[in-house]
């Protein structure tokens, strides 16, 4: 069946860097893109961007430009996330989210990562 | 970016009750590139709805969802306990994917 894994939480302090990983099982990987999806505790869902799993280009929506890396390791069927600098208002949960063949949706999520950027 | 207001914020319903949500784009969305995740407590989205009217893999009968141009909807025909949780409407017609900010179901 078809999964996303990703990694687990991480408490962190204004300033450091994270990296998320989220692992993709049974489906082959380069065939969708991956999306990545914020959260902020108690608020709704923000599209972030997403890789082009196949030629590893990545697209960051206006919000998400400078700090935030998307990046693949395809041999392990694994799109990573790091956020670079980070601030109280990164304090959020992060999802992976495979993007559907057509029509812009998102059939698989992962179990999304708790970040939480505290001094 | 196309903002999508979602209605009513909240809904208090009775199990067997027929509930639905509203999605109004700000502007004209093609209905292939509307759709409908539920996010329960504490758990990832899941895809419940995609293209305006198509329930995705495994999603029982009872939810449906309609609608063209701006105006979309969402129906559960009769609310079990299982379906609490936070409705969101998404669209993917025009660059950047947006969301909707959400209903959250309860149960009476």
């Known amino acids: 069946q078809i999964q996303l894994v990703q990694s687990g939480p991480e408490l962190k302090k204004p300033g450091e860097s994270v990296k998320i990983s989220c692992k993709a099982s049974g489906y082959t990987f380069t065939d969708y893109a991956m999306h990545w999806v914020k959260q902020a505790p108690g608020k709704g869902l923000k599209w972030m961007g997403w890789i082009n799993t196949y030629t590893g280009k990545p697209t960051y929506a206006d919000d998400f430009k400078g700090r935030f890396v998307f990046s693949l390791e395809a041999s392990a069927s694994t799109a990573n996330l790091q956020i670079s600098n980070l601030k109280n208002e990164d304090t959020a949960t992060y999802f992976c989210?495979?993007?559907?063949?057509?029509?812009?949706?998102?059939?698989?999520w992962g179990q999304g990562v708790m970040v939480t950027v505290s001094s | 970016a196309i903002v999508l207001n979602q209605s009513p914020s909240s809904i208090i319903a009775s199990q067997g009750e027929k509930v639905t949500i509203t999605c109004r784009a700000s502007s004209s969305i093609s209905s292939n590139y509307l759709h409908w995740y539920q996010q329960k407590p504490g758990a990832f989205p899941k895809l419940v709805i995609y293209?305006?009217?198509y329930r995705a893999s495994g999603v029982p009968s009872r939810f449906s969802g309609s609608g063209s141009g701006t105006s979309y909807s969402f129906t559960i025909s009769r609310v079990e306990a299982e379906d609490v949780a936070t409705y969101y409407c998404?669209?993917?017609?025009?660059?950047?994917?947006?969301f909707g900010a959400g209903t959250k179901l309860e149960l009476k």
């Open positions: 989210a495979r993007g559907g063949r057509q029509w812009y949706y998102f059939d698989y």
């Open positions: 998404q669209q993917g017609s025009s660059n950047p994917p947006t």
């Open positions: 293209s305006t009217s």
